[in-house]
Antibody
Framework: QVQLVESGGGVVQPGESLRLSCAAS????????IHWVRQAPGKGLEWLAI????????FYADSVKGRFTISRDNSKNTLYLQMNSLRVEDTALYYC??????????????WGQGILVTVSS | EIVMTQSPATLSVSPGERATFSCRAS??????LAWYQQKPGQAPRLLIY???MRATSIPVRFSGGGSRTEFTLTITTLQSEDFAVYYC?????????FGPGTKVEI
């Protein structure tokens, strides 16, 4: 079965960096676009970034553009999110989510369980 | 960006009843609408895509409808496991955006 497992979260101070990982299994990872979506505590969902199946294209929400970088290693079935210049408002549960298409239809057919990132001084 | 709104914010229903709630887009989204269910402490789960297509393993009591800017999700005969928050999402135009959610409570 499809599994997405996030890791790398934690508590950091404003301005610091963190790298999240998402290990995928149960499907042909290199055939699908993958997203990062976040959810601030008690709040709704916010799409952050997508990377195409072959890694050739990435797109970002304005809220993280220039600070976050999405990447993938298809040989390791792993997705990454490098988060730099973290802000208090980046505090959230971060989900990786699979897209049903290689260039991204834009909806999410499988989700990981999420990893918590807390930015606090 | 396309703004998604949902109503009501909270819907109180009893098990066995029918629940219908709405999602509105700030502009036409060409049917590119998905619905997700999220239970406390869990990740969202895809219910519906393409306005009315049920995702894999989703029970037939869940149905979606609508067009252009107005969409609905209906749950016939609510089960205890259906009490959750439901989010709509448009994927017609980047950036993809979610509604604020409707909480279905007992």
């Amino acid at each position: 079965q499809v599994q997405l497992v996030e890791s790398g979260g934690g508590v950091v101070q404003p301005g610091e960096s963190l790298r999240l990982s998402c290990a995928a299994s149960g499907f042909a990872f290199s055939d699908y676009a993958i997203h990062w979506v976040r959810q601030a505590p008690g709040k709704g969902l916010e799409w952050l970034a997508i990377i195409w199946s072959d890694g050739s294209n990435q797109f970002y929400a304005d809220s993280v553009k220039g600070r976050f970088t999405i990447s993938r290693d298809n040989s390791k079935n792993t997705l990454y999110l490098q988060m730099n210049s973290l802000r208090v408002e980046d505090t959230a549960l971060y989900y990786c989510a699979k897209d049903p298409h290689y260039t991204g239809y834009g909806y999410f057919d499988y989700w990981g369980q999420g990893i918590l990132v807390t930015v606090s001084s | 960006e396309i703004v998604m709104t949902q109503s009501p914010a909270t819907l109180s229903v009893s098990p066995g009843e029918r629940a219908t709630f709405s999602c509105r887009a700030s502009e036409s989204i060409n049917g590119k609408l998905a619905w997700y269910q999220q239970k406390p402490g869990q990740a969202p789960r895809l219910l519906i895509y393409g306005t009315s297509m049920r995702a894999t393993s989703i029970p037939v009591r869940f149905s979606g409808g609508g067009s252009r800017t107005e969409f609905t999700l209906t749950i016939t005969t609510l089960q205890s496991e259906d009490f959750a928050v439901y989010y709509c999402e448009q994927y017609h135009k980047w950036p993809w955006t979610f509604g604020p959610g409707t909480k279905v409570e007992i």
